[in-house]
Every structure is written in structure tokens, then in C-alpha cells.
T-cell receptor, first 110, second 115 residues
């Protein structure tokens, strides 16, 4: 079956670094997305990885290991506005839909 | 910057009534999606739409649901006879490419409450 797992909740301190992990099991592999979702709002795109390695985009970086079925989102210099849920998603083997993780709620403390 | 828009932002309806949720995708996008998210739960795929027909639908998307692109700009989700469990946030998304490998851009959502 196809499944995405990520921790339910994480807590970090303002200014620190946090790593949010995601493991996936999909029949084929067509890349992996990270989205950010603030409470009551729509998901917004953060990153898309299709090749192994780390992709950096400002304070946010995303890493992928296809052989391990594993990805992480790295957030640096945390700001209070980064408090949100972070969703991991992958296209299915049919390639017409995304399957979603349940999201990791990130709580940032001063 | 172009964005996906959705109307209404909130909808309250009685069980058994029909509702139509409207979306205007980004103008040059080709792929359209509806998702729902029950409060506190994960995003769930409902349907994808390309070239004026459904590409894929989930088991949630039963005969009570339908989608339509009535003109060149709007994309609608109709629920024929709403049930209490249809209460959720409904998100429309659009993508430029011809598969879900392309980034999907989400609208702000319609919060549907069925009483």
C-alpha cells in the first residue's frame, strides 16, 4: 500500500534549527513535496524533491533519500511565524493525485 | 502574483441540501483538483480533472459528488445531498503541468458546515 508517516507534533525554540522527518511507501516514485499549512488556511508549497540530496531555499531546506524512502524538512533561524503544520506529500503511481501525510504541527516557543 | 480563488469562504447548509463550491484556478493551469480536510485531520484527495474530464477520483468521491468546468475560468464541486460528515474545509488546487508531479497551488478554501 501507499503511506506517508511523519511525527504528529514537534516543539522548538525561536532562533533554533528543527528537522521534520517524513517516511514514505509508494508503489512508484514521482517526487516528494513539502507544504506549510497555518491553522485554518490552505497549504502553501515549500519544496519538491525528485533527486537525492539536499535542496536549500533560504531558511528552509529539504532532503531526500529515495533508497531509504525518507525525506526531511530543515528549518533554520526559526521565527514565531513558522508555527504551522508541515505536510509531506507524494504523487501516487498513477500520477494523478497526491497522498498526504497527516502533518507535523510545529510549535515554536520564545 | 496569480492565485487560486474560491467562493464562498464559508457555507452553512441543512443536511440533504445541495451545495456548489466554486473555484477559479490560475489562468494558464491545466490540472485541477479538489481536496477536503476535516477539522484536525489530514488533507484528503477527492478528484483530479484535466482536459475537461475526471482523471482520477478517490473512494470519497461517490455519486453525491460531481465536478464541472462550466466555462473557461470556473471549476465547481457539487454535493447533491449533503450529509453531516461532509462538514469540512474544501480546497481547490491547480497545477501547470499534466500530472501531480507539478506543484499544486491551493485556494483559500471553503469551510462547509452541514447541520
Amino acid at each position: 500500500g501507499q503511506n506517508i508517516d511523519q511525527p504528529t507534533e514537534m516543539t522548538a525554540t525561536e532562533g533554533a534549527i528543527v528537522q521534520i522527518n517524513c517516511t514514505y511507501q509508494t508503489s512508484g516514485f514521482n517526487g516528494l513535496f513539502w507544504y506549510q499549512q497555518h491553522a485554518g488556511e490552505a497549504p502553501t508549497f515549500l519544496s519538491y524533491n525528485v533527486l537525492d540530496g539536499l535542496e536549500e531555499k533560504g531558511r528552509f531546506s529539504s532532503f531526500l533519500s529515495r533508497s531509504k524512502g525518507y525525506s526531511y524538512l530543515l528549518l533554520k533561524e526559526l521565527q514565531m511565524k513558522d508555527s504551522a503544520s508541515y505536510l509531506c506529500a507524494a504523487p501516487t503511481d498513477s500520477n494523478y493525485q497526491l497522498i498526504w501525510g497527516a502533518g507535523t504541527k510545529l510549535i515554536i516557543k520564545p | 502574483e496569480p492565485e487560486v480563488t474560491q467562493t464562498p469562504s464559508h457555507q452553512v447548509t441543512q443536511m440533504g441540501q445541495e451545495v456548489i463550491l466554486r473555484c477559479v484556478p490560475i489562468s494558464n493551469h491545466l490540472y485541477f483538483y479538489w481536496y477536503r480536510q476535516i477539522l484536525g485531520q489530514k488533507v484528503e484527495f477527492l478528484v483530479s480533472f484535466y482536459n475537461n474530464e475526471i482523471s482520477e477520483k478517490s473512494e470519497i468521491f461517490d455519486d453525491q459528488f460531481s465536478v464541472e468546468r462550466p466555462d473557461g475560468s470556473n471549476f465547481t464541486l457539487k454535493i447533491r445531498s449533503t450529509k453531516l460528515e461532509d462538514s469540512a474545509m474544501y480546497f481547490c488546487a491547480s497545477g501547470a503541468g499534466v500530472s501531480s508531479q507539478e506543484t499544486q497551488y491551493f485556494g483559500p478554501g471553503t469551510r462547509l458546515l452541514v447541520l
